[in-house]
């Protein structure tokens, strides 16, 4: 497995993903500037946008690698040559899975990097009320990281069932606004905004909360932007949740991966 992910790996840094990576980064420059604009809260707007910006180009890269990685290697027919080998069609996955993860949190070390050094110039330019909770702004990318691999799973687990690339890449997207939304509206519909609807589609809207991801639980953006620190018990819950629903997803995506038959 390991001269898989080696393989992989070599073939992701050689699709230039790295070059993509550094150029989006370039828009971190910017931000001191934009941040200035605010007169009164120039460190918070930079720490913002620093981690609005992390999690953007996260999710592009969970949705184009995750969704492109597998079925590109189905589509030209890689996979025939690398499962003559010994390794199971369940080790291939994982592999593929792992070595997308590692560059997922390799890209997040070097963004979290950029977003320091930005933060920093803000905050030196203007210095802040309330001192830079920097530990916390390296949880909430942390946890950012976390989300982009649960969307990696479904994004495997949908190019496994997929002829084509549209289902991989426009349902991750979905999974994504859904999971973000999902707590929204469980709330409102069980505090008696949504007494008026139907219950057929409050019930639906209850087993798709359970179902789908609920992404609202990793975003820790307003703890690291204002310095309050975050009840860490409950983090060890969203960890917990993170390793038990993405070995769900992968455990289905494996099954179908075994059974899928390719010609």
């Known amino acids: 497995m390991f001269r898989l992910m080696l393989v992989t790996f070599k073939g992701i840094v050689r699709d230039r993903v790295l070059h993509g990576v550094g150029a989006l980064s370039l828009f971190f420059i910017l931000i001191p500037s934009i941040s200035s604009l605010s007169m009164r809260q120039v460190v918070e707007l930079s720490t913002t946008l620093s981690l609005s910006f992390i999690s953007l180009i996260l999710l592009v890269l969970a949705t184009l690698l995750g969704s492109t990685l597998l079925w590109k290697d189905m589509e030209?027919?890689?996979?025939?040559?690398?499962?003559?080998?010994?390794?199971?069609?369940?080790?291939?996955l994982l592999g593929k899975y792992l070595t997308v993860s590692l560059f997922v949190f390799i890209v997040s070390g070097i963004l979290t990097l950029a977003a320091v050094i930005v933060i920093n110039v803000s905050s030196g330019m203007y210095p802040p009320d309330r001192p830079v909770s920097w530990s916390f702004i390296v949880?909430?990318?942390l946890f950012d990281a976390m989300k982009s691999l649960i969307l990696i799973s479904f994004a495997f687990l949908f190019s496994t069932v997929s002829t084509s690339l549209f289902l991989p890449v426009f349902g991750t997207l979905a999974v994504y606004f859904a999971g973000n939304a999902s707590q929204q509206v469980y709330e409102y519909i069980t505090a008696g905004g949504g007494s008026q609807l139907p219950s057929i589609i409050k019930g639906a809207a209850t087993v798709l909360y359970y179902f789908l991801p609920n992404f609202s639980s990793f975003n820790l953006k307003t703890y690291a932007i204002y310095g309050v620190q975050p009840n860490f018990q409950s983090l060890w819950y969203v960890t917990a949740y993170f390793i038990v629903y993405t070995a769900i997803i992968l455990v289905c995506a494996s099954i179908i991966f075994c059974r899928k038959e390719m010609n």
């Open 76 to 92: 030209r027919r890689y996979t025939f040559s690398v499962l003559s080998l010994p390794i199971g069609r369940a080790a291939y």
């Open 139 to 141: 949880l909430c990318i």
